[in-house]
């Protein structure tokens, strides 16, 4: 059984084709150089990206695949949640070519699509387990039983963990996105040097915003009006102290859940996931607690199709699909 997988919720277009559970390509076109320039993710400029370049990353997916499009049996396309004129794009292309072709299409929840990528490495997890999400767009925990059944144990109450590096990285002139740049830059910083609130103490809820606030208020002492951000700022030690209060309260409170719900496996997803002291610190907390932790590589930790085409294909086994009439939605729970 052949799957197109199709993404374009955000700022990348991507498209993969899975045998099966098993990804034969995993194609990511990405809109940053587009965005950096205006510090975020313009909308209606992703939009109009997606427009442009979905049919030819769909077109180098099925080509990495050694297939062409008749060869596909079943069309998966992220339809919620996300930005509604970029989800529409990839909902439209994907109808019109399931109605074409007379197969099947499904729509797939973007969040279940970045729980799920662990099993395309790691076929054999099984279930329970806790899954925590931090992306850009979500922060969350959730005690998986079985495919299908994501309970919500906590998420943030202001931005995700994504957004806030995103924020932060903004507030020291740092280029967007700002994860992989405040990743980087903490390599030389020192995490002690300021000492950020932590947030949210009890449950599994999160809270980012006093965290912005705080380091907003840091670099405030140092930055005038007419000369921007003073050279005596050091951005890295700002930088690893900021990420050192993030990755706390992420590993802390999933190794908890873990703990309280009586799972003794992990994953964690979404472009977060990517992030080096979070892998190192998740690592190090899980094997002290007995817990094995699933962690995709940064390929499946980021926006793709694989995980949206591994989403779709195992919901089309249960006998779900979507009729053409499927309206993709900017925000749903999963
Ligand atoms: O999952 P994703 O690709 O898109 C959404 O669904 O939101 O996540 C993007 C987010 C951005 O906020 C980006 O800054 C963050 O993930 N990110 C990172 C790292 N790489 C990406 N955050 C921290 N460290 C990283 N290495
Ligand atoms: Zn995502």
């Known amino acids: 059984m052949l799957t197109l997988g199709i993404e374009t919720s ?9 045998r099966d559970a098993t990804v034969l390509s995993n194609i990511v ?37 050694s297939i062409t499009l008749k060869d596909v049996n079943l069309i998966a396309v992220t339809s919620a949640p996300g930005l509604i004129g970029a989800l529409l ?5 994907a109808k019109a070519i399931a109605y074409s072709l007379g197969i ?28 925590l999400l931090a992306s850009g767009g979500h922060t969350a925990l959730y005690h998986v039983q079985e495919f299908g059944t994501y309970s919500l144990l906590g998420q943030t109450r202001d931005d995700a963990a994504g ?12 280029p967007y996105p700002g994860g992989p740049v405040i990743d980087r830059l903490a390599q030389q910083g020192d995490a002690r040097a300021i000492a950020f609130p932590r947030g949210q103490r009890e449950g599994y809820d999160f809270s980012f915003s006093g965290l912005k606030t705080a380091v907003r208020n840091h670099v405030a002492l140092f930055r005038s009006k007419d000369k921007g951000l003073d050279p005596s700022l050091n951005v890295s030690d700002v930088a690893a102290s900021f990420q050192a209060a993030v990755v706390d309260t992420l590993v802390e409170k999933t190794v908890k859940a873990a703990k309280e719900q009586g799972v003794n496996k992990v994953i964690v997803a979404g472009g977060v996931a990517a992030n080096r002291l979070l892998r190192q610190e998740m690592e190090r907390s899980c094997r002290e607690a007995g ?12 926006d793709n199709a694989a995980m949206i085409a591994l989403t779709g294909y195992l919901h089309y086994q249960r006998g779900e699909r979507s009729d053409l009439d499927l309206n993709p939605r900017a925000s749903m729970a999963l």
């Not at 099993?119 to 279930?127: A, F, N």
């Open 10 to 18: 955000c700022d990348e277009t991507a498209a993969a084709v899975l």
């Open 29 to 65: 076109s990405s809109q940053v150089k587009l965005h950096e320039q205006y510090g975020g993710v313009v909308p209606e400029l992703a939009s109009r990206e997606h427009l442009k370049n979905l049919m030819p990353v769909i077109g180098e997916a099925l080509s990495a695949a």
């Open 89 to 93: 794009v990839g909902v439209s292309v």
């Open 104 to 131: 099947p299409f499904i729509g797939v929840h973007h969040g279940e699509g970045h729980i799920l990528a662990a099993h395309l490495e790691y076929p054999d997890i099984g279930y329970p387990y806790v899954a």
């Open 163 to 174: 957004e806030a590096f995103d924020k932060v990285a903004k507030l020291l002139d740092l």
């Open 291 to 302: 817990i094995t932790l699933y962690l995709p590589g940064m390929g499946l930790c980021i």
